[in-house]
């Protein structure tokens, strides 16, 4: 879905920016293959500003063979390059998304918006859930656009007139001293254990990276059917306001979570109150990723946001350790005299690294020394990092109305550039989906309609930054997300393991009446072909790969409105399904189920135990009757 977009800046960008050092250039880039050319007239991405048309190349991108699937069409002959329209103005469609009331990243040298969560209950770009029917899975990604747009305007409008919205304005100052742990007894969440030997699976968001273990450590249940652990319940708020509690992290001995200005620890069976660690203001993003024994990184704000300030920055950086509940430093980084508000921070080995448009920077996990700032001297900046098996940086050269965008795997330590891929000319954003193998997602040319962010992933070769082969995804026949305007690696129904990447596709017609199912489908990526692999949901479900288990996949099956959502693991070589986990099918469960869109809710699973969670706390929308939760924990009986 497509955000009306606010009004251009009234000021033309600043040159400036900044990233990691780079004593040495960097390779120089592979030819990029080029994208397919917008279609005349219409307006090129990137803050916000039109591009003047791009000369025509010659190569056209590589389209897996589909198992059914319509192919998409065949590149149109380069069409006469045409001066573009102004700028649209509010309401009109075919910006990128544009989180409710915020601005488009910010020009180079000018302060970057915030780290482009969505408010409301974590449905993105201005839409709601759809009800379950009889019939159909619960829940829906795609809305006729008018109605999105609609829809979009009101919610926006309501939370600009209701505040509790954070919007980055840069302030704060050096971190104060640690925070300790507070233990408390209370009714709280259950974990299960970290299975990525990389230590990098506890994120919120579904990790690609593949790390060093190929053996699948996840053990399947004599009894898969469950029960619920604890719920717990949604904080509140403000009236009218949304609050961010994004950020969720499983050790094997800790299931840690995200609250209003807060990080609480829970035990993984009783779901008793392990630490708390309280915050001055709502945490802004947690990394996906975190250190072998236990330690991740946050931003959040130095305030609370008020009516009167509806943000405060997240300008604050803190390094957390998840076994002992205790916040180990906290830091900010600097542009001039302000601090900088951070767009998007994870986690590689011992490194935190940050980025926004006014540069990237980075700390060690341990000490929190900084190991690289913004240098005034450089004239491009790092947006963001994927973290995890190795650092990736998306970084951002050249001017506003002409921009670059290079893949570079980089030093977690010192920041060097040990390869860089540069992005076809009309690329303004790019996600990475995973380090290690490489795999970026892009939105060429706007041609995503229905507001994914994803036309086509690009798999790179880390050691050389080759481009290895590009793969076509038409938005209507894969269901994969990503938020590449801000958050850099906030991808969705796709994995990538076993030199392949897994996507779950649109949903399409099922074997019995009115029935709808989905797939999840293998891509080679070496070849950019379908591997001739698919597993299915089966009637009424909805599957999409969560992360990898070794070579198997970890899908969560969404329900149909008579029965409780499911866990199996895919066999990445024979594609054999193996139910983990499946859930209760009372109506009062599988409607909390239900409420956490597998999209923009963090779903974490490991060792039998299943945590849904949200990732904003909001008045918006309640109806008072109905009570909210903020996780729902289930574990194997």
């Known amino acids: 879905m497509t955000q009306p977009p606010p009004p251009p800046p009234n000021q033309p960008p600043q040159q ?30 990137g803050y916000g500003y039109p591009q003047q048309p791009q000369p025509p190349q010659t190569q056209p991108p590589q389209t897996p063979p589909g198992y059914g699937y319509p192919q998409a069409p065949a590149p149109q002959a380069p069409q006469a390059p045409q001066t573009p329209p102004p700028p649209p103005g509010y309401g009109y469609p075919g910006q990128p998304p544009n989180p409710y009331g915020q601005q488009p990243a910010a020009p180079y040298g000018q302060q970057p918006n915030p780290y482009g969560q969505q408010p409301g209950y974590g449905y993105p770009h201005g839409t709601m859930p759809l009800q379950p029917q009889p019939g159909r899975p619960g829940g829906g990604r795609k809305f006729n656009a008018q109605l999105t747009i ?32 507070s233990s408390s007894g209370g009714t709280g969440e259950t974990g299960g254990t970290d299975d990525n030997k990389e230590g990098d ?68 069976d009783k779901g008793t109150k392990l630490w708390t660690i309280k915050l001055p203001g709502p945490v802004c993003q947690g990394s996906n990723h975190m250190t072998t024994d236990g330690r991740t990184a946050i931003t959040y704000q130095p305030k609370m946001p008020t009516k009167a300030e509806p943000s405060h920055g997240c300008s604050q950086i803190a390094a957390i350790d998840l076994a002992t509940g205790k916040k180990l430093w906290t830091k ?41 700032a913004p240098k005034p001297t450089d004239t491009c ?23 670059e965008l290079h893949i570079q795997t980089i030093d977690p330590k010192s920041g060097k550039v040990i390869s860089d891929y540069q992005m076809a000319t009309g690329i303004n954003y790019a996600s990475v989906v995973s380090t290690d193998p490489l795999v970026v997602a892009a939105d060429v040319g706007e041609s995503a309609k229905d507001g994914s962010g ?13 481009l290895r082969t590009r793969i076509s995804a038409p938005s209507d026949q894969y269901a994969a997300s990503c938020d590449g305007i801000t958050k850099i690696e906030e991808c969705h129904q796709v994995a990538v393991g076993k030199d392949r990447l897994y996507v779950a596709t649109e949903e399409e017609d099922g074997s019995g009446e009115f029935s709808q199912t989905n797939h999840i489908v293998a891509i080679d990526l070496g070849t950019g072909k379908l591997a001739g692999q698919r597993a299915d949901a089966g009637d009424d479900y909805t599957i999409m790969p969560l992360r990898m288990d070794g070579t198997n996949i970890i899908a969560y099956k969404r329900p149909p409105y008579d029965k409780g959502g499911q866990i199996v693991s895919i066999d990445g070589s024979t594609f ?62």
């Open 576 to 637: 054999k399904e193996t139910k983990l986990l499946e859930n209760p099918a009372t109506e009062s469960v599988r409607d909390v189920e239900t409420s956490m869109s597998p999209d923009y809710s963090e779903i974490l699973y490991s060792q039998g135990h299943l945590f849904m969670s949200d990732i904003f706390a909001s008045d918006l929308g309640s109806t008072g009757d109905e009570k909210e939760y903020l996780v729902i924990a289930f574990g194997a009986n």
């Open 381 to 403: 900046y790092d947006t963001g990092y994927g973290g995890g098996a190795k650092l990736v940086a998306v970084r951002r050269c050249g001017s506003y109305d002409a921009p």
């Open 454 to 466: 994803i036309s086509d992933f690009f798999s790179i070769d880390n050691k050389t930054g080759k």
């Open 332 to 372: 900010t980084a600097n542009s001039g005299d302000e601090a900088i508000s951070f767009n998007n921070i994870t986690v590689s080995g011992n490194t935190v690294a940050l980025g926004s448009s006014s540069g990237g920077a980075a700390f060690d996990i341990g000490t929190g020394k900084q190991l690289w």
């Open 16 to 45: 400036g920016g900044f990233g990691p050092p780079q004593d040495q250039p960097p390779q120089q880039p592979a030819a990029p293959q080029t994208p397919p050319t917008p279609p005349a007239g219409q307006p090129q991405p």
């Open 150 to 181: 609609i829809v979009a305007a009101v919610v926006a409008i309501a939370l600009i007139v209701g505040g509790g919205v954070w919007y980055a304005s840069s302030s704060g100052d050096e971190g104060k001293k640690d925070d300790t742990a």
């Open 201 to 268: 699976g506890g994120g919120s968001d579904a990790e690609g990276g593949t790390g060093t273990s190929t053996t699948p450590v996840e053990k399947v249940p004599g009894n898969p059917a469950s029960k619920v652990l604890f719920q717990v319940p949604a904080p509140e708020v403000s009236k009218d306001s949304t609050i961010s509690t994004a950020g969720s992290w499983l050790t094997d001995k800790v299931y840690a979570k995200s609250g209003v200005a807060e990080v609480v620890g829970y035990d993984p």
